[in-house]
């Protein structure tokens, strides 16, 4: 499905390519929204000494000077954002033995912007005022199958009560209420999907064979990097 290679060198970059156009599904700060002719999503480790780019504009000059580098084309690829090294990227995969239905699940985890629903803004848009703390949550969700659009929206609800399943059995807490911490301010997923298949999935509700893979695989992913994170937490003190 996807060919994965982790850059080690400075600005570290995990990339999962595809070797068949795809149509992608995110809120990635780069091409983010439902994109076609997808072949690449970066995951992208900021430096020390980097601060988020919040500016459109400067974000597109990141996306172009990392990309480009490594002969890539920014408008086939999809960019995220993390703190974390790309040597912590943890993997989650699942098939279904009737069918061959396959979703594999790349994520990154950190929990320094760690935040329950409802808790008070950190960061207000219109104002331009605020500021969160590094740490999110980053998945990248490739489906072997066609998925109709709406069922991609619809997976994105169970890849997100995937995600949130597994924080809420280790109860890691909000760090602005103290509530239990269902995810990060800037948690981002990218849901892909050949644009070309002879099989399309139409629904993806949590009683669908679709949801149990890709919820299956989510939960793989996500608690091999919690514990990852933990292990690195520890190891601080």
Same mark, same amino acid.
């Given at each position: 499905?996807?060919?994965?290679?982790?850059?080690?060198?400075?600005?570290?970059?995990?990339?999962?390519?595809?070797?068949?156009?795809?149509?992608?599904? =995110?809120?990635?700060?780069?091409?983010?929204?439902?994109?076609?002719?997808?072949?690449?999503?970066?995951?992208?480790?900021?430096?020390?000494?980097?601060?988020?780019?919040?500016? *459109?504009?400067?974000?597109?000059?990141? *996306?172009?000077?990392?990309? /480009?580098?490594?002969?890539?084309?920014? @408008?086939?690829?999809?960019?995220?954002?993390?703190?974390?090294?790309?040597?912590?990227? &943890?993997?989650? =995969?699942?098939?279904?033995?009737?069918?061959?239905?396959? /979703?594999?699940?790349?994520?990154?985890?950190?929990?320094?912007?760690?935040?329950?629903?409802?808790?008070?803004?950190?960061?207000?848009?219109?104002?331009?005022?605020?500021?969160? @703390?590094?740490?999110?949550?980053?998945?990248?969700?490739?489906?072997?199958?066609?998925?109709?659009?709406?069922?991609?929206?619809?997976?994105?609800? /169970?890849?997100?009560? *995937?995600?949130?399943?597994?924080?809420?059995?280790?109860?890691?807490?909000?760090?602005?209420?103290?509530?239990? &911490?269902?995810?990060?301010?800037?948690? &981002?997923?990218?849901?892909?999907?050949?644009?070309?298949?002879?099989?399309?999935?139409?629904?993806?509700?949590?009683?669908?064979?679709?949801?149990?893979?890709?919820?299956? =695989?989510?939960?793989?992913?996500?608690?091999?990097?919690?514990? /990852?994170?933990?292990?690195?937490?520890? =190891?601080?003190?």
């Amino acid at each position: 499905m996807a060919e994965v290679k982790v850059c080690a060198e400075e600005p570290q970059i995990t990339l999962v390519r595809f070797h068949t156009p795809q149509r992608c599904l =995110s809120w990635a700060p780069w091409n983010g929204g439902l994109k076609t002719d997808i072949r690449l999503v970066a995951n992208r480790t900021l430096g020390e000494n980097e601060g988020y780019p919040d500016e *459109a504009s400067r974000l597109a000059q990141w *996306a172009k000077r990392d990309l /480009v580098a490594r002969g890539l084309l920014p @408008k086939e690829s999809v960019g995220m954002l993390t703190t974390v090294p790309q040597a912590a990227i &943890c993997m989650g =995969s699942r098939q279904d033995r009737g069918t061959g239905l396959r /979703v594999e699940t790349f994520c990154t985890l950190g929990l320094g912007n760690a935040l329950a629903p409802g808790d008070g803004a950190l960061y207000n848009e219109e104002l331009g005022t605020g500021k969160t @703390k590094p740490g999110t949550i980053n998945l990248i969700v490739a489906v072997n199958r066609g998925l109709a659009e709406c069922a991609q929206y619809e997976l994105m609800s /169970v890849i997100t009560q *995937a995600k949130c399943a597994v924080l809420l059995r280790h109860g890691k807490k909000s760090r602005v209420s103290g509530n239990i &911490c269902l995810g990060t301010g800037t948690d &981002c997923i990218a849901i892909l999907a050949p644009q070309s298949h002879e099989v399309t999935l139409n629904y993806a509700g949590l009683h669908c064979k679709l949801a149990e893979v890709t919820a299956q =695989s989510v939960m793989q992913a996500v608690a091999k990097a919690l514990e /990852v994170h933990l292990s690195h937490i520890a =190891s601080l003190r």
